[in-house]
């Protein structure tokens, strides 16, 4: 049965690429696009780098996109789901009553949100996902407090080269042996917390921080060993959950994230895309990513798989992420398993201009780049064709890396 009409939730980049992905496709339907957020979607990625730095407004950041025949409704939460009548729930900003809608194709895009830690709700103390998040950190940063950065992955580590770029006073406090070194190692971890502390980060690792200190206003983090860290602002950047709340009744498999099939289907006409989604991958167990190509190209997909379902097409793209710490730019190509091994085979460590490819069973998974930029497209070809690891890499720095496998951003 062919689609008349495809409803939305999520209007992101995930969500708006399934709109424009649509219509390229020729669907003539109507297009719905809701999203909770009244205010129109941004480039989030900019939100932990130039958007704390460069004083820019949230029109600089602006996701552009061609809405033209697309209808794009802000401000309308999607607040239930019924998969078997396809009903869906929605709350419109500033309304008090739900409003019940049928729909025909649904794809859900309601990305993630950060995660939070049972610690008391003190001024001072923030999180960062959302435009909001941003500007309330940003307002408290020009005050020129101290920051405590709870968590030393992509975001954590981005806004306390940010913060440094400012001259702020920082700490970074990373449970793991070193900052990222939950997704890309130790061995690269420990290169990135010297490179923190080359630029003034006070990085503290293998750290547990166990409360907070302060009355109304946060003043400092306490750990597990004794030690309080003093602190004027604190960031909690300790990843994000999968936003299905309002999928609670759905019936639909909501452990860790939205489940559905290689080709991004939940259900006949039901597709889930982007940070949300949890694909069963032909390489091997479900993945959930979240990360910016990632939901772009999921989003060509999605919309193949509403359009023409049952097809057997998989999502199966090699997808790449970068990272802009001081001065060093990091592109991840991939997706680095616990226990892959993991081999420098240009440049080296110490130089911070190298590029690190992850294997297993001697083929490569992933590929590490630091200020390798244009060295992108041989090795996304590698990655993408599982190639053997290249003999040099035998006589290359090399390690054994307890790597787990949610590379969450
Ligand atoms: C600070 C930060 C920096 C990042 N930097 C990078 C980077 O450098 N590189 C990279 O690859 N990735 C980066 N990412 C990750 C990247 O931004 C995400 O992978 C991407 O935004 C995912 O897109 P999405 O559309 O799936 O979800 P989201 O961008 O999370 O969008 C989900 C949308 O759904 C809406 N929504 C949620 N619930 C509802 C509801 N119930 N009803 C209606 N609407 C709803 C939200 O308002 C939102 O607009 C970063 C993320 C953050 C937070």
């Known amino acids: 049965m ?13 969500g708006l690429g399934v709109a424009q992905a649509l219509r390229r496709r020729g669907f003539d339907g109507t297009i719905t696009v809701l999203d909770g957020d009244p ?43 019924s998969l078997p009548d396809r009903i869906l729930r929605l709350r419109h900003h500033e309304r008090s009553s739900d409003e019940l809608v049928r729909v025909d194709g649904l794809a859900i895009a ?13 001024r001072g103390v923030h999180v960062l996902r959302t435009l909001a998040d941003a500007e309330a950190l940003r307002a408290e940063l020009s005050r020129r407090p101290r920051i405590a950065i709870l968590g030393g992955g992509f975001v954590g580590s981005e806004v306390a080269s940010s913060c440094r770029a400012l001259g702020l006073e920082v700490t970074l406090l990373e449970a793991e042996p070193g900052p990222m070194s939950r997704v890309l190692g130790a061995a690269v971890g ?15 690792a293998g750290a547990r921080v166990v409360g907070l200190t302060g009355e109304q206003h ?27 709340d309002w999928l609670a009744d759905s019936g639909l498999d ?14 006949g006409g039901v597709v ?26 999921q989003a060509e997909v999605a919309a193949e798989s509403l359009l ?15 990272s802009d710490q001081y001065d060093c730019k990091l592109q991840l190509i991939g997706h680095p398993q616990p226990g892959d091994e993991f081999s420098v085979i240009e440049g080296s460590l110490e130089e911070r201009r190298f590029v690190g490819l992850y294997a297993a069973g001697g083929r490569v998974r992933a590929a590490l780049l630091c200020n390798q930029p244009h060295r992108i497209r041989a090795y996304r070809g590698m990655v993408e064709s599982a190639a053997a690891l290249p003999l040099a890499a035998g006589g290359m720095e090399r390690a054994s890396v307890p790597v787990k496998a949610d590379a969450v951003h």
């Open 308 to 322: 023409d379902p049952g097809r057997g097409r998989r999502f199966d793209a090699t997808t790449m992420v970068w």
């Open 254 to 267: 909501l452990a860790d994230g939205v489940r559905c099939g290689g080709d991004l289907t939940v259900a």
């Open 2 to 14: 062919s689609l008349r009409q495809v409803t939305i939730v999520g209007g992101s980049v995930a």
């Open 190 to 204: 420990q290169v990135l917390a010297a490179v923190h502390r080359d630029h003034g980060t006070h990085v503290m």
């Open 110 to 122: 309601t990305g993630a949100q950060a995660r939070t830690l049972p610690l008391p709700p003190l």
């Open 39 to 81: 205010e129109p979607a941004i480039q989030r990625p900019a939100l932990s780098k130039r958007f704390l730095t460069n004083g820019l407004s949230a029109q600089d950041i602006r996701l552009h996109a061609d809405l033209d025949g697309i209808d794009l409704r802000l401000g309308v939460r999607a607040t239930g789901f």
């Open 218 to 244: 946060v003043e400092g983090v306490r750990l597990a060993d004794g030690q309080i860290v003093s602190a004027d602002v604190v960031l909690i950047a300790v990843g994000a959950r999968p936003a299905v």
């Open 272 to 297: 889930a895309v982007g940070d949300i989604a949890r694909w069963s991958s032909s390489r091997g167990g479900d993945m959930r990513v979240e990360h910016w190509e990632n939901a772009v190209r």
